[in-house]
Nanobody
Framework: VQLVESGGGLVQAGGSLRLSCAAS????????MSWHRQAPGQQRELVAV???????NYADSVKGRFTISRDNALHAVNLQLNSLEPEDTAVYYC???????????WGQGTLVTVSS
């Protein structure tokens, strides 16, 4: 199983980034896919989740700015980050959770740095 994130980088406040996570080795359609982030010295937190049904949820801090999407054919989940703020600086992780089996996997993370 592999979850490989890409798209992180350095961006100025107000800018945008698009993160992607390519999944392999899982039955992608049966997994709830989510993005989490961890800032230095802080706990990892849920940013956005997209269930196999297509329903989504977002952390209050990113509502209206971030959008999660998934492509079941490509086994990919994306996170569009708009109107970025310095407080969004963190390592962003992709997560897969099998809806029936309960198995879960993490990607290695991609760093997003937002400068003021």
């Amino acid at each position: 199983v592999q979850l490989v994130e890409s798209g992180g980088g350095l961006v100025q406040a107000g800018g945008s980034l698009r993160l992607s996570c390519a999944a392999s080795g899982i039955n992608f359609r049966l997994n709830t896919m989510s993005w989490h982030r961890q800032a230095p010295g802080q706990q990892r937190e849920l940013v956005a989740v997209m269930r196999s049904s297509g329903t989504t949820n977002y952390a209050d801090s990113v509502k209206g700015r971030f959008t999660i999407s998934r492509d079941n054919a490509l086994h990919a989940v994306n996170l569009q980050l708009n109107s970025l703020e310095p407080e969004d600086t963190a390592v962003y992780y992709c997560h897969a959770h099998h809806d029936l089996l309960g198995s879960e996997y993490w990607g290695q993370g991609t760093l997003v740095t937002v400068s003021s």
